[in-house]
C-alpha cells in the first residue's frame, strides 16, 4: 500500500494553469502506475491521465488530450498534473490514485486503482 497526498489545486480563471503534485510515501513508487482522476459535484469519478511505472507510457481522456500532460519523477517519488488551457468544466475535486503493477493495465478504470489519495480541488471560473 502506498499513501498519497494531493496538492496544487485552487481558483483559477478560464484559460490559465496550474500544476497538480501527489507525493508518494516509501520506497518502491517506482514498481507504482499512477494515475489522476476527478469527481466533479453530483457526477461519477472519471479518469483524467495515467502513466506507466517507468514514465515510458502515458494515457489522457479525450477532454483533456492537448491541454493536460501527466509526468513523475521517482527519484522524488512524485507524480505531476500540469493542466494548461482550463475550462470551467475542469472544475473538480482531483485525485491521485496508484495501482503496483510493471504490467499494462486500463488506465481509463477508476476500478484498476487500488490506493487513493485525499484529493484537491480544483475551480475554473468563467
Known amino acids: 500500500q502506498v499513501q498519497l497526498v494531493e496538492s496544487g489545486g485552487g481558483l483559477v480563471q478560464a484559460g490559465g494553469s496550474l500544476r497538480l503534485s501527489c507525493a508518494a510515501s516509501?520506497?518502491?513508487?517506482?514498481?507504482?502506475?499512477m494515475g489522476w482522476c476527478r469527481q466533479a459535484p453530483g457526477k461519477e469519478r472519471e479518469f483524467v491521465a495515467g502513466?506507466?511505472?517507468?514514465?515510458?507510457?502515458?494515457r489522457y481522456a479525450d477532454s483533456v488530450k492537448g491541454r493536460f500532460t501527466i509526468s513523475r519523477d521517482n527519484a522524488k517519488n512524485t507524480v505531476y498534473l500540469q493542466m494548461n488551457s482550463l475550462k470551467p468544466e475542469d472544475t473538480a475535486v482531483y485525485y491521485c490514485?496508484?495501482?503496483?503493477?510493471?504490467?499494462?493495465?486500463?488506465?481509463?478504470?477508476?476500478?484498476?486503482?487500488?490506493?487513493w489519495g485525499q484529493g484537491t480541488q480544483v475551480t475554473v471560473s468563467s
Open positions: 490514485a496508484a495501482r503496483k503493477t510493471y504490467s499494462y493495465i486500463d488506465y481509463t478504470k477508476t476500478t484498476t486503482y487500488d490506493d
Open positions: 516509501g520506497r518502491t513508487f517506482s514498481s507504482y502506475a
Open positions: 502513466i506507466n511505472w517507468s514514465g515510458g507510457y502515458t
